[in-house]
């Protein structure tokens, strides 16, 4: 019998209780830890889980080092603030991030590792109980109420107690493990892992220039032009984001071993073309330690947040996210945006751009679009919800929402949320929505 066929039997053993607090959050992006401050602000007690050996997901593991537009759909009027507001600050301190202007979709690029740190600070500050390098492994509970998390870590098989459990893994690790339903679009949006590399910030039109050598050195011919940006604080590092991987669940582990190995030899045969064609080889100075993920998993919510609603900038009365950034869809042929004020970009693989409209000029423009606090609470839960890239939202809506400085907003929504569901002894499907509201902008974000 082959060992695919076949099983092994795990005795049942006793899992000893780590800790107990009022919040768990599984997964400890930005978003995570977001949810977590904003939670312990308003005084609960909080502890975070997070896979890797630091805080940040895809900004920090993965070195997708960029926040896209605050401002209204007019750049004039922010419309995200919080706790990105406060972390962007916290950077220019440390001379870490650089403003990028004109806005034209990217506003911040930052200084990853100096991210990292801030985040560390944010959660010792607020006596948020960090497990790092800890793997989310399994939960107890029943009836939509979940009652522990099993994790895995160095210390072995522990359990967590909480009162209410945040989901921002990324890729709906809790709720699937809990029974609750989620879901997959037909087409995922690519994964694109990052690499620092120097050598390359004097080289002009780098992709034009290799493109030609592409087939020879066995890069991708479904991949875009990879993105090319100095590192923040550095000399000569630049990130290369690239290369872009169609038709890849991240979220199915053997998946993602076979990417992350796949895509560091083509960022090798990158450097290989970069070397013929200018006859220089740039070095490379680091891999990011996480596969950048656009999108694998979904919760089933209250409401699933459509296309349509988001490109109308429909208002929701429990809206708890702001954002701009244009719905955003990924293709091997290139990539298709269509932004809030009408307009229609196409970017094909080699870089060059076209531009049309989606929308006739003469209809109203929306200042912004949001996120309603129903596309975070999973149908048939008692104390879970969700936040990140785990949203209920249709393809087109997720392609707009996606990008971290909405996601972030998701997980402050969901601290608070969890804290109010502890305050007022309710269900996370029945909190005070106006309080919740009112929460949110008392501590700093921008509620419409």
């Not at 007690?45 to 960029?66: C, K």
């Not at 793997?135 to 107890?140: D, E, G, P, R, S």
């Not at 709720?175 to 002009?204: C, H, I």
Request: charged share 20%; net charge negative; proline share 4%.
């Amino acid at each position: 019998m082959s060992a695919m066929n076949s099983t092994i039997h795990e005795p049942a053993r006793e899992v000893p209780v780590v800790h107990e607090c009022d919040v768990l959050v599984i997964g400890g992006s930005c978003t995570g830890v977001f949810a977590a401050v904003r939670a312990a602000r308003l005084g609960t007690s909080v502890a975070i889980v997070e896979h890797n050996v630091l805080f940040g997901g895809m900004a920090t593991a993965a070195m997708v080092n960029e926040w896209h537009s605050t401002l209204d759909v007019h750049g004039k009027e922010s419309i995200i603030a919080g706790l990105t507001g406060e972390v962007i600050e916290r950077l220019k301190k440390r001379d870490a991030v650089s403003e990028i202007s004109p806005v034209h979709r990217i506003q911040y690029r930052f200084n990853s590792a100096e991210l990292a740190g801030e985040l560390d600070r944010l959660v010792v500050e607020h006596k948020v109980r960090p497990f790092l390098s800890a793997k989310f492994v399994a939960t107890v509970g029943e009836g939509g109420t979940i009652d522990a998390a099993i994790i895995e870590d160095k210390n072995g098989r522990r359990a967590i107690r909480a009162k209410v459990f945040i989901d921002a893994s990324g890729d709906g690790d809790l709720v699937r493990r809990s029974g609750f339903e989620a879901y997959q679009s037909s087409q995922l949006q690519p994964v694109t892992l990052v690499a620092l590399m120097g050598g390359l910030r004097d080289l002009k039109d780098v992709w034009k220039t290799v493109l030609p050598l592409a087939e020879k050195h066995g890069y991708p011919s479904d991949t875009s032009f990879p993105w090319i940006h100095a590192w923040p604080g550095t000399t000569d590092l630049c990130n290369v984001y690239g290369p872009r991987l169609n038709g890849v669940d991240a979220s199915d582990a053997d998946a993602l071993s076979e990417t992350l190995l796949r895509a560091r030899q083509m960022h090798r045969a990158l450097a290989d073309m970069v070397q013929e064609a200018f006859g220089q080889r740039p070095s490379l100075a680091g891999w990011a330690h996480a596969l950048g993920v656009r999108e694998t998993w979904h919760a089933r919510c209250l409401h699933q947040l459509t296309g349509d609603e988001l490109l109308n900038g429909h208002a929701f009365p429990d809206a708890i996210a702001n954002g701009v950034y244009p719905v955003d869809i990924h293709h091997p042929g290139g990539t298709v945006l269509r932004y809030l004020d009408g307009r229609l970009e196409i970017v094909e693989k080699s870089g060059a751009r076209r531009w049309g409209r989606w929308r006739d000029e003469s209809l109203p423009t929306p200042r912004c679009y949001h996120v309603p606090y129903r596309s975070l609470v999973p149908r048939g839960s008692q104390n879970v919800l969700v936040a990140g890239r785990v949203l209920d939202a249709d393809r087109d809506a997720f392609a707009g929402v996606r990008v971290m400085v909405n996601m972030n907003q998701t997980g402050e929504a969901a601290g608070v949320a969890a804290w109010l569901a502890i305050d007022s002894g309710t269900s996370v499907a029945e909190v005070d929505v106006p309080m919740l509201r009112q929460k949110l902008g008392e501590g700093g974000s921008v509620v419409l």
